[in-house]
């Protein structure tokens, strides 16, 4: 697999191509959102489930904007707190924009804290993302675990951008009822109820 420079990776998205990223948690496999043959590639790739939706990684609050979501204020107090950092925000989106990436009537939006892949996604709009590790295997935190993973040879290169610290994203979801931890990671329930007040006994899924 290609080491990539930054200038070759965003070449390389914007010709259709799914490459390796590093994030500020671990290294994953990206593809531009609004091209919907890489995003398809990307699910090959993984051998992930079409209906198995994915998480989308943004630059700024404006690229939030463009996508149309939902965004109530409770996802701007989280933005404001968190971002860029290792959470993930899960909002309502139409079913155009939620299917581009598996899902049906929302968006999992992250803003990592990286320079160099912050620059990429400023220059090729949002990216669909998946983690780099093979299912059930632990996270490839820097180039080299990527180019070891078998599966990888579909992969058009990876970016290096050093060692990521391997922790996951906590991921939260906001909805009518309040909001609720999907995923415990690098943010913890606690942090989320100083900015949004207690959890939401409701769930929706």
């Known amino acids: 697999m290609r080491r990539l420079t930054r200038n070759e990776s965003a070449a390389a998205l914007k010709s259709g191509h799914v490459i390796a990223v590093p994030t500020d948690t671990v290294y994953g496999v990206a593809a531009r959102l609004r091209d919907a043959r890489a995003v398809a590639r990307l699910f090959t790739v993984k051998s992930r489930p079409s209906h198995a939706a994915l998480p ?12 149309g ?4 204020d409770e996802a701007s107090r989280l933005a404001e707190h968190f971002w860029p950092g290792a959470l993930t925000i899960v909002v309502g989106a139409d079913w155009a924009t939620a299917s581009l990436v598996g899902a049906t009537n929302s968006l999992g939006l992250r803003f990592a ?3 160099d892949l912050t620059a990429i ?6 990216l669909a993302v998946t983690s780099a590790n093979e299912h059930g295997q632990p996270p490839c935190t820097s180039a080299d675990d990527v180019t070891a993973i078998p599966w990888a040879a579909p992969v058009a290169g990876v970016f290096d951008g050093g060692t990521c610290d391997g922790a996951v994203s906590s991921v939260v979801e906001l909805t009518a ?10 943010v913890a329930a606690a942090d989320l109820e100083v900015v949004l007040g207690p959890e939401s006994a409701i769930r929706d899924y």
């Open 56 to 67: 989308v990684l943004v630059s700024s609050l404006d690229q939030v904007a463009a996508l």
């Open 69 to 72: 979501v939902e965004w109530p």
């Open 113 to 115: 804290h990286h320079d």
């Open 121 to 126: 996604i400023a220059e090729c709009g949002p």
């Open 177 to 186: 009822h309040g909001w609720h931890l999907r995923r415990q990671g690098a």
